[in-house]
């Protein structure tokens, strides 16, 4: 791996050389009490101090709407258009590791089988630039999870915060050729050892001991009780790196319109509402349910990989304040 | 606090209540909506003016339907989204035990008719600070209004926590759901997301008891609540009605007198 410093001063021109070169920065950018992922116009608007930003970074890849295909009648036949790739390459700034490790997820999803045309197309002209966590909230339990807050996987160069400016790992070919090309920016510099620059962020729980106890869990008598303060608003999910489920709606007229994916929901009763009006998951008790075990047991068996990455955001953004975290310390405790 | 809990344990221990909605301590010194079943669980049970969720949100999951009586620690909010639900006939009287704390002492409201009395005489003055945004808004022209709704809206998600906070939207099928025909837009795209804010906005105009909780749970910290706010001066200088201080029906947009002026009335 080949290694970098930026210097304090010099990030600054390097974020506004890439603006200015017609790539889209897609960095922290505070609004009102939060701080979300935003297209940026200048350095001057990135918020560098925060822990975690409210949504994560998917939404450069998959957003919360996206155009599928056009179609328009053309007498009898009825002509479909896929939509235009981006033209320029997309850099997301100030990744958090935890946001680069669901991308591990979102690719075996979206890319192992059947590759996603949208997800790939964004994907493919993205670049992910990370920032080791140099500090953590009580929401936050990536190590419980199996990632570090200092973890590369994911981005395609992860910068760390030291007394000399940004150390730089270069992580992926894709990162390469960007530093390649804005090479006055950076020196040259040696491996550092990354942990006094690193976050201690505690362990919550045991992944492996809930591994064992989650996969009876189905029936646990508690699922109720431990979800009642849930009025079911979704932000979780909504906000959750790792959900990718969504729904597909048709917005037309009588001469054409635009089929759309957009964001869902398990938290939502007409998630799982069937036409006839049944409803297998009649109560917010058993969405809840379903988004836990999601997330601990089902992508476990179906990809191998949990599909929680530790980010704290559904606790950060629930109005009711329910805890994934203690909720898994619950299901341990039986 | 002790006065409280010792009150709801007691309640608890003679069995005329099995379950309590109250708070417990949450983050930042907040406090979060806490379910308890049990008299031993009490000593978390806290309530401050930090306590702002709407807890008359929960009375409506089916999940509370095995319990024979709730008790529902009310802030001021929650007891006008009571008075609210009682008039449009969601709750009956006597259906839960209510209890507030007002300067350090436990309430506890004999029937619905105490709790009208207890907000009539503590009606609190508007949020200066809120009616001074309203004013800004107001001073801009249409347009620059039109700008600041779509670019504020243009961020919605269409999680649609603001519907799932309100104590008032207790539809079983919400007009959003429907796709026979489709009113609203589903995607979150400039003009569904105004569709489905304004649709919003008017089924609580004169119904919205101002408790805050849409926007408290907006994600994306859209200040929607402002929406309905707005709608509900309107109403209150027209026809002075206020929602959630009435046990009584009184409901401007629904209403109407059979010796109305107008023609079509008849």
Known sequence: MEYKLIKLEKIQDFINALIASGKQVLAPKQKKEKVFFSLVGSFDEIAMDYIQTAFSAKSAVFPKC???????????????????????????????????????????????????????????????????????????????????????????????????????????????????????????????????????????????????????AFNWERWEETSLPCFGCGTCAFSC????????????????????????????????????????????????????????????????TLSCVGCGRCIRNCPAELSIIEQVNAIMEG | MSELINKVSQFFSSG??????????????????????????????????????????????????????????????????????????????GQYLILTVADGKVLEFANLKAIEEYVANNLPKPNPERIAFLKEIESKSREERWEFWTRELASCIRCYACRAACPLCYCEQCLVECNQPQWVGVPPTGMGNLEWHIVRAMHLAGRCIGCGECEAAC?????????????????????????GTKLEPDYALSTFKVDDKENFIR
Request: proline share 4%; aromatic share 12%.
């Open chain 2, 16 to 93: 005329i209540i099995d379950l309590f909605i109250g708070y417990k301590k949450g983050r930042l010194g907040e406090g979060k909506p806490a379910f308890f079943t049990k008299p031993e669980q009490l000593n978390e049970l806290i309530f401050d003016e930090n306590c702002i969720v709407n807890l008359a949100v929960y009375l409506r999951k089916p999940e509370l339907k095995k319990y024979s009586k709730i008790g529902v620690l009310a802030n001021f909010g929650t007891l006008r989204a009571l008075l609210q639900l009682a008039a449009e006939n969601q709750i009956a009287d």
């Open chain 1, 66 to 216: 996206e155009e599928l295909y056009t179609f328009e009648k053309n007498g009898k036949d009825t002509i479909l258009h896929n939509p235009p790739a981006p033209e320029n390459d997309t850099i997301v700034f100030g990744m958090r590791p935890c946001d680069g490790a669901a991308f591990d997820y979102l690719t075996t999803f979206f890319l192992k089988e059947n590759p996603d045309y949208h997800f790939k197309m964004r994907y493919d002209k993205t670049i992910f630039v990370g920032l080791t966590c140099s500090s953590g909230d009580e929401f936050c339990f990536c190590t419980s999870v199996g990632i570090s807050p200092s973890d590369t996987r994911g981005s395609d160069l992860m910068l760390t915060k030291t007394e000399n400016g940004y150390y730089m790992e270069i992580i992926t070919e894709k990162g390469k050729k960007l530093v390649e090309q804005f090479s006055n920016f950076f020196e040259q510099t040696e491996q550092i050892d990354k942990t006094k620059y690193t976050a201690n962020i505690q362990k919550r729980f045991d992944s492996s001991a809930l591994k064992e106890k989650i996969s009876g």
């Open chain 2, 219 to 243: 994600p994306m910290e859209i200040p929607i609540g402002f929406l309905t706010q707005k709608l509900n001066m309107a109403i209150i200088s027209n026809f002075g009605q206020v929602p």
């Open chain 1, 241 to 304: 790196p790792t959900c990718t489920c969504f729904d597909i709606q048709d917005e037309a007229n009588l001469v054409g319109g635009a089929r759309y994916r957009i964001w869902d929901t398990c938290a939502l009763g007409i998630f799982t509402k069937h036409a006839s009006g049944h409803n297998p998951r009649e109560k917010q008790s058993e969405r809840w349910r379903n988004r836990i075990l999601h997330k601990f047991l089902y992508t476990d068996e179906q990809f191998v």
